[in-house]
């Protein structure tokens, strides 16, 4: 079960610990998060997908939508709770957290294999495949 009601000290700890998920958490909770975070500080430039709560644990979960609510129930916004170097941190794990996946599978030759030809286009006069070669 979910929680709604929180004291200022849930509150509190809600935000520190989504915040230090958020910037410097590795896995997919981190992303969500960092996300969540983003859209609270500017929803127009980073809309909320509401769909991305059912992926964060219960915990992280019910911090979000306790912070959440808090903030819609008053009015305010999350710019007067965290500073922008914070949210800067948010976005630099984000970047990180989505470069990491972008390059998860790197590109990789078999050994043995004619490396690519020079920045001309053409093979260098001496390249003789592996299997060509003759040992004296």
Same mark, same amino acid.
């Given at each position: ?11 509190? &700890?809600? !935000? /520190?610990? !989504? /915040? ?8 997919? +909770?981190?992303? /969500? ?6 859209? =609270? ?6 809309? =909320? ?7 964060? +644990?219960?915990? /992280?979960?019910?911090? *979000? ?22 949210? +800067? ?7 990180? !957290?989505? %470069?990491?996946?972008?390059? *998860?599978?790197? %590109?990789? &030759? ?11 286009? &053409? ?7 592996? *299997?060509? &070669?003759? =040992?004296?």
């Amino acid at each position: 079960m979910i929680t709604l009601k929180a004291s200022a000290n849930d509150i509190e &700890r809600a !935000l /520190h610990e !989504l /915040h230090e998920l958020a910037s410097s958490g590795t896995g997919s +909770d981190a992303r /969500h998060a960092g996300n969540f975070l983003l859209a =609270l500080w500017d929803g127009e430039l980073n809309p =909320l997908n509401v769909s991305e709560f059912q992926y964060l +644990d219960p915990n /992280h979960m019910r911090q *979000a939508l306790q912070l959440f609510t808090f903030l819609m129930t008053t009015g305010t916004g999350l710019k007067k709770f965290m500073s922008s170097e914070a949210i +800067d941190q948010v976005a630099d794990n984000l970047s990180r !957290l989505s %470069c990491e996946s972008f390059m *998860a599978t790197p %590109c990789t &030759r078999a050994i043995g294999s004619n490396p690519p030809p020079p920045s001309g286009g &053409r093979p260098s006069p001496t390249a003789t495949p592996p *299997a060509a &070669r003759t =040992l004296p």
